[in-house]
């Protein structure tokens, strides 16, 4: 199952709302999650189960979507949250990623 | 504290081999499964497969970029999982990630839904 995030990067300033798509080549239920990875450091749980915040993760953070379609969504983009981003299908062999994307500061 | 924390990686000759480790901490580890994700320098994360705990097998899955080449196995009563490379090759050069695959069990069958729990990672170079 290939997945295709968009967009690969973008600009953006605090406070802005972000939405980050993930389409996947074939219908994985709502077996998505999606991860934040600062330079340097391991990849960090946000979501699981398309839309399931991750005990810890800030409420500006959510998911949504089922099928093939699914959006992360920062409600109101703050400092700490510069960074890139991915999605992961976990519906059949191999767990394939997104090819991330890239959130810079504008 | 959750911890995971691998060893093992550095400078290898392609055709080489090479294994790592990943020792867990404050961890049932046996109710969670392991992956290993890596991440070649300045590219995207990659996953390169997966083991069951033993609950649920003890078995096996992996990407078709390292199937035959690599194997992921786990020494329950110390909670360290390994990941053993082979015929290593220059495009397998990254940072190695294990990670704790959690799921959930719905009519006696898991569905795995996240890696929630990530070491800091091990770089493997492989060149001559």
């Known amino acids: 199952i290939q997945l295709t995030q968009s967009p690969s990067s973008l600009s953006a300033s605090v406070g802005d709302r972000v939405t980050i798509t993930c389409r996947a080549s074939?219908?994985?239920?709502?077996?998505l999650a999606w991860y934040q990875q600062k330079p340097g450091k391991a990849p960090k749980l946000l979501i699981y189960?398309?839309?399931t915040l991750e005990s810890g993760v800030p409420s500006r953070f959510s998911g949504s979507g089922s099928g093939t379609d699914f959006t992360l969504t920062i409600s109101s983009l703050q400092p700490e949250d510069f960074a890139t981003y991915y999605c992961?299908?976990?519906?059949?062999?191999?767990?394939?990623f997104g090819g991330g994307t890239k959130v810079e500061i504008k | 504290e959750v911890q995971l924390v691998e060893a093992g990686g550095g400078l290898v000759q392609p055709g080489r081999s090479l294994r790592l480790s990943c020792t867990a901490s404050?961890?049932?580890?046996?109710?969670?499964?392991t992956s290993w994700v890596r991440q070649a320098p300045g590219k995207g994360l990659e996953w390169v497969g997966f083991?069951?705990?033993?609950?649920?097998?003890?078995?096996?899955e992996y990407d078709a970029s390292v199937k035959g080449r690599f194997s992921i196995s786990r020494d329950e009563s110390n909670s360290i999982a390994y990941l053993e490379m082979n015929s290593l090759k220059t495009e397998d050069t990254a940072v190695y990630y294990c990670?704790?695959?959690?799921?959930?069990?719905?009519?006696?069958?898991?569905?795995?839904?996240?890696?929630?729990?990530w070491g800091q990672g091990t770089t493997v170079i492989v060149s001559s």
């Open positions: 990670t704790r695959t959690r799921g959930m069990v719905r009519g006696g069958v898991i569905n795995y839904n996240a890696l929630d729990v």
């Open positions: 404050g961890i049932t580890f046996g109710d969670y499964g």
């Open positions: 083991i069951r705990s033993k609950t649920y097998g003890g078995t096996t």
């Open positions: 074939q219908g994985i239920s709502s077996f």
């Open positions: 189960a398309a839309s």
């Open positions: 992961q299908q976990l519906n059949s062999y191999p767990f394939t």
